[in-house]
T-cell receptor
Framework: QKEVEQDPGPLSVPEGAIVSLNCTYS??????FMWYRQYSRKGPELLMY????GNKEDGRFTAQVDKSSKYISLFIRDSQPSDSATYLC??????????????FGKGTLLTVNP | DGGITQSPKYLFRKEGQNVTLSCEQN?????MYWYRQDPGQGLRLIYY???????QKGDIAEGYSVSREKKESFPLTVTSAQKNPTAFYLC???????????FGPGTRLLVL
């Protein structure tokens, strides 16, 4: 079983739709959870960061973590064509000293159609 | 502006040639990382460095080498021993107090 599982999609939605992106994980040592957005041929940019179970909201984006189910989600409200990108979930755990090891999902390709 | 820069944007390697990818950051971050991204495979860690003059192998270090002589610089050399080097290479950095990493724009390496 892979440490982090993410449905690669592709996912295609109409403009204005609510988008739900999900990842599951198997290692309960993961403590911190992130979502990155990556436009084509660019580096990933940090979108959301959470460290506890529950919801965190930032504008149209909501990150949800359920540690008991080992499940994280990213919701995008009122999706826009500019949201079209690959979304990567990432999880980190302490690996000694001041080092945190990040493990990434494979990414979900999202297209928002005008 | 603070950030991470990578150069070149595109790099072509000939058979048997070593090539070096540049990564510079002015965020005053202690830790720096190199990842390789292949279609459908996500990001895989090549090397990382927590402090100057120290670095550790990641999950796929074979065929690669790094140095960390300055805090702001972490170059990656793709050696001729790396038989499948075609990929998108991403450099990242993080503060020692934070668990998150910030990425550069990437270098696409192609084999001639």
């Amino acid at each position: 079983q892979k440490e982090v599982e993410q449905d690669p999609g592709p996912l295609s939605v109409p403009e204005g739709a609510i988008v739900s992106l999900n990842c599951t994980y198997s290692n309960s040592a993961f403590q911190y959870f992130m979502w990155y957005r990556q436009y084509s041929r660019k580096g990933p940019e940090l979108l959301m960061y959470t460290y506890s179970s529950g919801n965190k909201e930032d504008g149209r984006f909501t990150a949800q973590v359920d540690k008991s189910s080992k499940y994280i989600s990213l919701f995008i409200r009122d999706s826009q064509p500019s949201d079209s990108a690959t979304y990567l979930c990432a999880m980190s755990m302490w690996s000694g000293g001041s080092n945190y090891k990040l493990t990434f999902g494979k990414g979900t390709l999202l297209t928002v159609n005008p | 502006d603070g950030g991470i820069t990578q150069s070149p944007k595109y790099l072509f390697r000939k058979e048997g040639q070593n090539v070096t990818l540049s990564c510079e950051q002015n965020l005053n971050h202690d830790a720096m990382y190199w990842y390789r991204q292949d279609p459908g495979q996500g990001l895989r860690l090549i090397y990382y460095s927590q402090i100057v003059n120290d670095f550790q192998k990641g999950d796929i270090a074979e065929g690669y080498s790094v140095s960390r002589e300055k805090k702001e610089s972490f170059p990656l050399t793709v050696t001729s021993a790396q038989k499948n080097p075609t990929a998108f290479y991403l450099c990242a950095s993080s503060s020692s107090e934070r668990e998150t990493q910030y990425f550069g724009p990437g270098t696409r390496l192609l084999v001639l």
